[in-house]
């Protein structure tokens, strides 16, 4: 759920703020999460509330989600964001 979260926050992030933002790190636990962005100035009350309802409202529509599993490049190909440093598997 919470390593769920951590895709929802980082897509409403990028559609409240644009591109310029990028996932720095975070921390996924049984009752938490964390998630740390890059970004050249702090986020406005308006937009840090945009954030969080695009997220609520994802979560209460219970949009659907989509798993596959595929090459790591391909996966890139297809807009797949993956974190500079990161270990992946090759799928």
Known sequence: V???ATH???SALKLTIGEATSQAGSLVDFDRLRFDFNFHRPLSEHEILEVEGLVNRWISDATPLQTQVM???EAKRAGA???FGEKYEDQ
Request: aromatic share 0%; glycine share 0%; hydrophobic share 60%.
């Open 81 to 83: 964001i993956a974190m």
């Open 8 to 10: 929802l926050l980082q």
């Open 71 to 73: 090459p790591l490049v």
């Open 2 to 4: 919470h390593h769920t």
